[in-house]
C-alpha cells in the first residue's frame, strides 16, 4: 500500500478550540497548536457539497503523525488563504517527533519555496492570490545531504525535482508525520492526501484529486446485525455519526451488514484509493473485534481486523487496490460497491 492517509474532512463535524478536540476531528488528527482554532464547515469545502476546515486566531498547525518512519513521503492538499496576504506564511510541512524536518512556504513575493527552517532551499514563480484555491503537492526525500524536493501547483510543475538538499532538521533521515498551518489570517484546507513513495501501487503525484465521502445509500446483500431502533440500514444513513442516538449491534461472531453506496458525482476520471470509515465502540460484555467489509462484485472481502475500545473510535482502512482481482480501481467499480463490516469476535 502507498496511500497512507486521505481526508475530505466530509464524515465529520467538531474541530478544535479552547485547546480541546471537538466532534470527531480528534479520532482522525493527532494534535494541534493549542493557540490555534480549527473549524470544520461546508463553507470551507473547495468543492460544493462536502466540508473543508478553517484554521485560524494564531500561527501554528493540526498535526497527523504515525508510528512509522517514512523517508519519501508525497503530499498533496487544496489550499486558500481567504484574507489578508498569501506572502510569508508556512502552509505544511513534515516532521519528525515535533521537529520539522521541511516545509512548503511562501515568501514575501507570494511565491512558494520550500524551506527547511528558515533556510529557502527551493523557490517557485507562481504569485498566488488570496480568496484562490490552489491544490498543492509536496514530494520528499528525506535526507542530511542527497534530499529531494519537488512542488506541483493544480497539477502543473512548480518546482521541478532538486538534488542534494539537506531536508533535515534532526539526526535522522525520515519524518514520521505532517502539519497543516495557520500563518497570519485564516487559511482553509481540502482534499488531502498522502503517499508512501518508496514502495506500492501509488507512489507518485496523483494530481489536484478530491476526497469523496460515499454514505450508505440503501441496504446491501446482507444485513445481519440488529438495530436498535427502526431498520437496519437507517441506523447508519445518516452523514455524521449519532453516537448511541441510532447504531446497529452484533454479540455474535461472524454476522456481517453491508449497504450499497451513494454514487461518485462523475462516472468518469480516476479512482486511486478507496477507503472504509467505521465508527464503532464495545458496549457492555465480553472483549469485540471488528473488519470493515467491501462487496465490489459477489464476495465480502473482509478487511484487517480491530479491536474495539469502550469508546467510540473511528476505524480506517485505505485499499490502492480492488481487493476482488487486485487491479487498480475504476469508477465502475465503485458504482457497485457496497461497504459494511463484519464482527469477528
Same mark, same amino acid.
Given at each position: 500500500?502507498?496511500?497512507?492517509?486521505?481526508?475530505?474532512?466530509?464524515?465529520? =463535524?467538531?474541530?478544535?478550540?479552547?485547546?480541546?478536540?471537538?466532534?470527531?476531528?480528534?479520532?482522525?488528527?493527532?494534535?494541534? #497548536?493549542?493557540?490555534?482554532?480549527?473549524?470544520?464547515?461546508?463553507?470551507?469545502?473547495?468543492?460544493?457539497?462536502?466540508?473543508? !476546515?478553517? &484554521?485560524?486566531?494564531?500561527?501554528?498547525?493540526?498535526?497527523?503523525?504515525?508510528?512509522? $518512519?517514512?523517508?519519501?513521503?508525497?503530499?498533496?492538499?487544496?489550499?486558500?488563504?481567504?484574507?489578508?496576504?498569501?506572502?510569508?506564511?508556512? !502552509?505544511?510541512?513534515? @516532521?519528525?517527533?515535533?521537529?520539522?524536518?521541511?516545509?512548503?512556504?511562501? $515568501?514575501?513575493?507570494?511565491?512558494?519555496?520550500?524551506?527547511?527552517?528558515?533556510?529557502?532551499?527551493?523557490?517557485?514563480?507562481?504569485?498566488?492570490?488570496? $480568496?484562490?484555491?490552489?491544490?498543492?503537492?509536496?514530494?520528499?526525500? &528525506?535526507?542530511?545531504?542527497?534530499?529531494?524536493?519537488?512542488?506541483?501547483?493544480?497539477?502543473?510543475?512548480?518546482?521541478?525535482?532538486?538534488?542534494?538538499?539537506?531536508?533535515?532538521?534532526?539526526? $535522522?533521515?525520515?519524518?514520521?508525520?505532517?502539519?497543516?498551518?495557520?500563518?497570519?489570517?485564516?487559511?482553509?484546507?481540502?482534499?488531502?492526501?498522502?503517499?508512501?513513495?518508496?514502495?506500492?501501487?501509488?507512489?507518485?503525484?496523483?494530481?489536484?484529486?478530491?476526497? &469523496?465521502?460515499?454514505?450508505?445509500? #440503501?441496504?446491501?446483500?446482507?444485513?445481519?446485525?440488529?438495530?436498535?431502533?427502526?431498520?437496519?440500514?437507517?441506523?447508519?444513513?445518516?452523514?455524521?455519526?449519532?453516537?448511541?442516538?441510532? @447504531?446497529?449491534?452484533?454479540?455474535?461472531?461472524?454476522?456481517?451488514? =453491508?449497504?450499497?453506496?451513494?454514487?461518485?458525482?462523475?462516472?468518469?476520471?480516476?479512482?486511486?484509493?478507496?477507503?472504509? !470509515?467505521?465508527?464503532?465502540?464495545?458496549?457492555?460484555?465480553?472483549?469485540?473485534? &471488528?473488519?470493515?467489509?467491501?462487496?465490489?462484485?459477489?464476495?465480502?472481502?473482509?478487511?484487517?481486523?480491530?479491536?474495539?475500545?469502550?469508546?467510540?473510535?473511528?476505524? =480506517?482502512?485505505?485499499?490502492?487496490?480492488?481487493?476482488?482481482?487486485? #487491479?487498480?480501481?475504476?469508477? =465502475?467499480?465503485?458504482?457497485?460497491?457496497? !461497504?459494511?463490516?463484519?464482527?469477528?469476535?
Amino acid at each position: 500500500m502507498a496511500v497512507i492517509f486521505m481526508d475530505g474532512f466530509d464524515s465529520y =463535524t467538531g474541530g478544535f478550540a479552547g485547546g480541546v478536540f471537538t466532534g470527531d476531528m480528534g479520532k482522525r488528527w493527532t494534535s494541534c #497548536a493549542s493557540n490555534v482554532q480549527v473549524s470544520v464547515a461546508p463553507a470551507y469545502a473547495r468543492v460544493a457539497g462536502g466540508q473543508g !476546515i478553517a &484554521i485560524s486566531a494564531n500561527n501554528g498547525a493540526l498535526s497527523k503523525t504515525f508510528g512509522v $518512519n517514512y523517508t519519501g513521503l508525497l503530499l498533496g492538499v487544496a489550499f486558500r488563504k481567504t484574507s489578508g496576504t498569501v506572502a510569508s506564511a508556512t !502552509i505544511l510541512s513534515f @516532521f519528525d517527533g515535533s521537529t520539522e524536518q521541511c516545509s512548503l512556504r511562501t $515568501n514575501t513575493s507570494s511565491v512558494i519555496t520550500v524551506n527547511q527552517g528558515g533556510t529557502v532551499k527551493a523557490t517557485g514563480s507562481t504569485v498566488l492570490s488570496t $480568496n484562490v484555491w490552489y491544490y498543492l503537492e509536496f514530494k520528499v526525500t &528525506i535526507h542530511q545531504s542527497t534530499g529531494i524536493a519537488q512542488v506541483k501547483l493544480n497539477g502543473a510543475a512548480e518546482i521541478a525535482s532538486t538534488g542534494s538538499l539537506d531536508l533535515t532538521g534532526t539526526a $535522522n533521515n525520515y519524518a514520521n508525520g505532517f502539519g497543516l498551518h495557520n500563518y497570519g489570517t485564516q487559511q482553509e484546507f481540502d482534499d488531502v492526501y498522502l503517499l508512501d513513495t518508496t514502495a506500492g501501487t501509488n507512489t507518485d503525484f496523483l494530481g489536484p484529486v478530491r476526497a &469523496i465521502t460515499l454514505l450508505p445509500a #440503501a441496504p446491501g446483500t446482507t444485513t445481519a446485525w440488529t438495530p436498535n431502533g427502526g431498520t437496519n440500514y437507517g441506523c447508519v444513513s445518516e452523514p455524521y455519526q449519532d453516537g448511541d442516538t441510532s @447504531f446497529n449491534q452484533s454479540s455474535t461472531a461472524n454476522q456481517i451488514d =453491508t449497504f450499497v453506496t451513494s454514487d461518485l458525482p462523475s462516472a468518469t476520471g480516476s479512482v486511486y484509493a478507496v477507503q472504509t !470509515i467505521l465508527t464503532a465502540r464495545q458496549d457492555a460484555g465480553a472483549a469485540r473485534t &471488528i473488519a470493515p467489509v467491501l462487496r465490489p462484485a459477489a464476495t465480502d472481502r473482509v478487511g484487517t481486523t480491530v479491536a474495539l475500545s469502550t469508546t467510540y473510535q473511528l476505524l =480506517t482502512q485505505i485499499y490502492d487496490l480492488n481487493p476482488e482481482d487486485s #487491479a487498480a480501481w475504476a469508477t =465502475t467499480d465503485v458504482a457497485g460497491l457496497e !461497504i459494511g463490516y463484519k464482527l469477528i469476535s
